[in-house]
């Protein structure tokens, strides 16, 4: 019960000792016998009525955030409270990629390590761990992949700490082909289990490849995304892009993936029938119902209608994280500061 001046109604009467007015006691019990009614909503002056007081909203200040981290008006009332925080104690803040660690839901203030490659001495250091994720059916399986572009599949019913691996998939690299890129290009950015946990798809900087866990020796399947890259080499290693950490995404069925790319490109491959299409996200084409167009890159020689030099792509445009909805046809990508959601036109 507030004790400020600007209290009002009830509490203003319990404030000056006074007891609840006859009239208002009267509407009170009514509504109290009256079941039902929070399915009977009536809008009168732009306010919902006949619902359940809701409990009494806190002051701004005590909001959490400066931008005022509750609900909007007439939206449900959600009090949030601290459930659980995971992590040191302290503030160091420790370098969280020669490791892999497994949280316990009820245990909070500590990790059991499954995964450890740093080594005693870290000038020995050769490679760091880049993405790490469960099975999804058998909850005992796990894989995670290297900078070195391996991939190594671990089970826990062997041993508490999984410093042997049961499988290691890594593809051969042709020596015709290695220059001083090569290491940076083969890290995998991303690795990610079929819905069927049958495959397991990686993503490196130029590539997208499917394999099958029955088979370690090399992918089933490589796409490429942007072999017209390759040429561009040197200057994507000078603006830091070489680096950049592209992730990928499986369709409901397994039957196709996704990935993306720069100047806002992203690319779709259908396993079944092997064909790819290069799509853009833009404003221009945020139309509602606007079926978007394919795209294509120019490496040389007279370009075409529709096509873009590989020349002027930005590559301050990119699209590193990608989704697909698990049951329809409905993606997002992220694009710099904007999430772009399509659908398929016949649904």
């Known amino acids: 019960m507030t004790s400020s001046s600007g209290a009002t109604g009830i509490g203003r009467h319990f404030e000056k000792g006074k007891k609840i007015p006859p009239r208002r006691r009267r509407r009170r019990q009514r509504r109290q016998r009256q079941p039902g009614l929070s399915t009977r909503l ?14 009494p909203v806190p002051p701004p200040a005590a909001m959490a955030g400066a931008g005022g981290g509750g609900c909007p008006a007439g939206g449900n009332d959600f009090q949030w409270c601290f459930s659980q925080v995971k992590g040191a104690i302290d503030e160091d803040v420790a370098e969280d990629d020669l490791r892999i660690n497994l949280w316990h839901l009820e ?3 500590r990790s059991f390590n499954i995964v450890d490659i740093k080594p005693a001495n870290m000038e020995e250091l050769t490679e760091v761990i880049t993405a790490a994720e469960f099975h999804p059916h058998q909850c005992n399986v796990f894989v995670y992949s290297s900078s070195k572009g391996t991939i190594r599949l671990c089970d826990m019913r062997s041993s508490a700490l999984c410093d042997r691996h049961s499988k290691f ?5 042709d020596p015709s082909s290695r220059s001083f890129f090569s290491e940076i290009i083969s890290s995998i950015s991303d690795v990610k289990f079929s819905h069927s946990g049958r495959y397991m798809m990686t993503r490196d900087y130029l590539s997208v490849k499917v394999w099958d866990l029955n088979m370690e020796s090399r992918p089933v399947e490589t796409h490429q995304v942007h072999e017209y890259l390759r040429s561009k080499l040197c200057s994507l290693y000078e603006n830091d892009c070489i680096f950049d950490k592209f992730e990928c995404c499986w369709n409901g069925s397994d039957s196709a993936i996704m990935t993306g790319s720069y100047n806002n490109f992203f690319r779709m491959f259908d396993r079944d029938t092997r064909r790819d299409v290069t799509l853009e996200a833009s404003r221009e084409s945020s139309k509602p119902r606007a079926s978007l167009k394919p795209r294509k890159v120019c490496t040389g020689g007279k370009r075409k209608k529709d096509e873009i030099s590989v020349d002027s792509l930005d590559f301050n445009k990119k699209i590193l994280h990608t989704a697909w909805h698990p049951a329809d046809n409905v993606i997002a990508v992220a694009a710099t500061n904007n999430l772009y959601i399509f659908q398929d036109k016949i649904n």
């Open 42 to 55: 009536q809008r009168r002056g732009g306010r919902l009525t006949g619902l359940p007081r809701s409990p």
């Open 107 to 109: 245990i909070t203030d």
């Open 169 to 173: 998939f890594e593809e051969p690299e």
